[in-house]
């Protein structure tokens, strides 16, 4: 197997590697260059890369105006700063439609760092932004396909990308397809549809569970989301689980009931994640425990739902 | 056609348009119609690709901008009649989605100072020399992401970028006065690494010199130019009373009398 990389890691490499390419590309830091690994980028472009100091809404600001002008900016930070300034992503990209690509690292169960740190409600907020496209990977491969669309894309997108390291385990000839979900395991009675770094520990623990017949959804593309695509899907089951390392208000649980009931299918829903907003601080391991995400603690809720 | 025949004809536009749709910031749209005037009509060719940019950051005062672009034929005939109306290109507050010619979509304040950094930048990968005037409201200062942006344009000494304060002393519901103190705004901007210029913001004279200097690069800093400016501007009952910043439909009488005074407006 290769070298394990972080989510992170494999977003600072594809953007690197897709900006030899596309001139247009840009990166803009917010003083995380590092810690969002845009500094890939910054080591090989330094004429494209801008350091903007601690000043979210200024950065956010600075990449629509580049991109009035055909550019392609990549604005990273955490996503819990970056998607925290609402009016400026609102009134400033939305409301111009501006080519611009937000990039919100250090979402879910981050560790020790704490809830601040942590994008908790990021895609709740960035799924309601008009014209926005939502994307989340769950591995290296899937980060790499998805920067490849967006670097073509002239939409404004979000990019929710985890700090988790992750072994490759889709096929390695998966293609990202916009708005379609992926079905990495083909089950029958109960499907776990999950989102970003939790696929990996449902895909171990449907794997765990041996004669469970259990099937798993990954959803990278949050918005758009193929409706028809995704019921031909569902309707394959008659129980669904989700789960996220995001609030349950508004990700993807919110998503998929909405889909379930608005199309008024059979199915008995679901929804793991996390409730009523912060998180504690702690090693990762722990807070996968603490908060049920761990591959142990999904076994126990995949068998008894 | 003079440059005073142009204001008299473009404050009536102003007024005309929202007493049309029922409503409007008034106030404001006069106290910088000078301002945006001479920067748009006598700096910005709009036939030229790598023309300079105009960011009204205060997005409040459209109808200034709207009647302007009217007065160049840059709108329809009779679009000023559709100001804030369903399927306008003339919203409420511009919108670059629908007004193409427009450089930056604004309402919400504090936002159009990073967005010209941006096409600074822009300009500065493209080769291109053009400039990117910028107008902030005085009470908009008040944002903190306009303090960001001038901290990001004094750093970095970005000369192309032109900063205009329509200091017309009030904002929303009060002056700025009663509101906070926005004492020494020169030694603010100055600390921040601007150049600071003061001048008469309804002289189009002292307006069209200091935008020439500027933009022969008299100055060795990034420039913010403070124009001393009058709240309605233009009709003697709106100048320097707030209840007339944003409209209802005015009383006839009123109105009649506003465009009689105007009318007459030197």
């Known amino acids: ?305 | 056609m003079k440059n005073s025949e142009d204001l008299k004809e473009l404050r009536v536009k102003i007024i005309k348009s929202i007493q049309n749709t029922d409503s409007g910031h008034l106030g404001p749209s006069f106290s910088c119609l000078e301002i945006l005037y001479v920067i748009i009509k006598k700096f910005i060719n709009f036939r030229k690709k790598d023309r300079n940019k105009i960011i009204l950051s205060k997005g409040h005062a459209a109808p200034a901008i709207y009647a302007i672009f009217d007065h160049l034929n840059l709108l329809k005939k009779n679009e000023l009649k559709t100001l804030r109306r369903f399927n306008s290109r003339l919203q409420g507050h511009p919108d670059k989605k629908k007004l193409k010619i427009l450089d930056f979509g604004t309402g919400a304040l504090g936002q159009g100072l990073s967005v010209s950094i941006g096409y600074s930048l822009s300009s500065k990968l493209l080769n291109k020399k053009n400039f990117i005037f910028c107008l902030l409201g005085d009470g908009e200062l008040q944002e903190g992401q306009i303090w960001e942006a001038a901290m990001y344009i004094g750093s970095k000494k970005i000369k192309n970028i032109v900063t205009f304060i329509d200091g017309n002393k009030f904002q929303n519901e009060f002056s700025i006065k009663d509101t906070l103190k926005e004492e020494n705004l020169k030694g603010k901007w100055e600390s921040f690494g601007f150049k600071y210029l003061e001048t008469d913001g309804h002289s189009i004279k002292k307006l069209e010199k200091i935008i020439k200097d500027i933009t022969n690069y008299k100055y060795k800093k990034p420039v913010v130019v403070y124009c001393n400016t009058t709240k309605g501007k233009g009709v003697s009952f709106m100048e320097g009373n707030n209840k007339y910043h944003s409209v209802k439909k005015l009383p006839l009488n009123e109105f009649n009398k506003a465009l009689k005074e105007l009318n007459e407006y030197e």
């Open chain 1, 1 to 305: 197997m290769n070298k394990i990389i972080s989510i992170r890691d494999a977003f600072g490499r594809a953007i690197a590697n897709e900006g030899k390419k596309n001139k247009k590309i840009l990166a803009i830091s917010i003083d995380l260059k590092g810690a969002c690994k845009l500094s890939y980028f910054f080591k090989d472009f330094p004429n494209r890369s801008f350091e903007v100091g601690i000043a979210e809404a200024n950065a956010i600001g600075i990449a629509t105006g580049l991109s009035f002008d055909g550019f392609r900016p990549f604005v990273a930070s955490f996503g819990s700063f970056l998607t925290g300034k609402n009016t400026e992503i609102r009134n400033s990209i939305c409301y111009n439609n501006a080519s611009v690509v937000v990039v919100g690292t250090h979402c879910g169960l981050i560790g020790s760092d704490g809830a601040t740190q942590s994008a908790l409600q990021d895609l709740s907020i960035m799924r309601s932004m008009p014209y926005f496209e939502v994307f989340q990977p769950c591995t290296p491969l899937d980060t790499k396909e998805i920067i490849k669309y967006v670097c073509k894309s002239k939409k404004p997108t979000y990019l929710r990308i985890a700090r988790n390291e992750i072994p490759e385990f889709l096929n390695k000839n998966y293609k990202f397809k916009i708005g379609i979900p992926n079905e990495i395991i083909k089950g029958k009675k109960k499907l776990i549809i999950s989102s970003g770094a939790m696929v990996y520990n449902c895909f171990k623990a449907i794997k765990e569970l041996k004669k469970s017949n259990y099937g798993l959804l990954n959803i990278s593309s949050i918005k758009p989301l193929n409706i028809k695509s995704l019921i031909s899907k569902l309707k394959n089951y008659n129980k669904v689980i989700t789960v996220e390392d995001h609030s349950v208000e508004g990700g993807l649980g919110s998503i998929i009931s909405e889909v379930i009931a608005e199309n008024n299918l059979n199915i008995k829903l679901k929804n793991h994640g996390l409730k009523n907003g912060f998180i504690d601080s702690d090693i990762p391991d722990n807070l996968e425990k603490e908060y049920s995400m761990d591959v142990k603690s999904l076994k126990k809720i995949f068998l008894n739902f």
